[in-house]
């Protein structure tokens, strides 16, 4: 079984509408949680990054921590064409710049 | 101009090659990484460097090593390539400030194919 798992998709939804992307995890040790955008043919780029359990806002960007079901997810409202790419998971045990596990990501498709 | 530059960022090689594969930075960090992406399996830790004169293996290090020239410069290289090491090739940066508590910034990436 694989520490962090992530649904792969792909995740095809219409313009506008609310993402919700996911992840489980088995180590309770983790302690930081990010998430990653992916384009084709580019690096993971950082969207969101948060330590603590509850919701952390960025713009169009939610990310909701349950540490007590070891659960993340990733809310996008009103999701946008440029949206689509893969979205990964990744999370820590001491600190963000330390070695990180990943989940497989999910592929999100947003049609106009 | 790419904080983190990786290169070659394609590379199409036969078994037993030697390959290096090299990744530079302008962020000024510390720390570099180098990860292998495989579809399904996200990304996968071979080696990590917290300065020069620090260098750890990974989750996935055998049949790789690397050097870190300077604070600059982190290569990577297959001493003798194989099929299953066909994947693709990220290099990651982040800062030691506020006790190494800063995400990872990642290039774009080699796409490396081993015949």
């Known amino acids: 079984q694989k520490e962090v798992e992530q649904d792969p998709g792909p995740l095809s939804v219409p313009e506008g509408a609310i993402v919700s992307l996911n992840c489980t995890y088995s180590?309770?040790?983790?302690?930081?949680f990010m998430w990653y955008r992916q384009y084709s043919r580019k690096g993971p780029e950082l969207l969101m990054y948060?330590?603590?359990?509850g919701n952390k806002e960025d713009g169009r960007f939610t990310a909701q921590v349950d540490k007590s079901s070891k659960y993340i997810s990733l809310f996008i409202r009103d999701s946008q064409p440029s949206d689509s790419a893969t979205y990964l998971c990744?999370?820590?045990?001491?600190?963000?710049?330390?070695?990180?596990?990943f989940g497989g990501g999910t592929r999100l498709m947003v049609k106009p | 101009d790419a904080d983190v530059t990786q290169t070659p960022r394609n590379r199409i090689t036969k078994t037993g090659k030697r390959i290096m594969l090299e990744c530079s930075q302008t962020?000024?960090?510390?720390?570099m990484y180098w990860y292998r992406q495989d579809p399904g399996l996200g990304l996968r830790l071979i080696y990590y460097?917290?300065?020069?004169?620090?260098?750890n293996k990974g989750e996935i290090s055998d049949g790789y090593s690397v050097s870190r020239q300077a604070q600059a410069k982190f290569s990577l290289s297959l001493e003798s390539a194989i099929p299953n090491q066909t994947a693709l090739y990220f290099c990651?940066?982040?800062?030691?400030?506020?006790?190494?508590?800063?995400?990872?910034?990642f290039g774009d990436g080699t796409r490396l194919s081993i015949l």
């Open positions: 990651a940066t982040s800062d030691r400030t506020g006790g190494g508590n800063q995400p990872q910034h």
């Open positions: 180590n309770s040790a983790f302690q930081y």
């Open positions: 948060t330590y603590s359990s």
């Open positions: 990744a999370m820590s045990v001491n600190y963000a710049g330390n070695m990180l596990t």
């Open positions: 962020k000024g960090h510390d720390r």
């Open positions: 460097s917290f300065d020069v004169k620090d260098i």
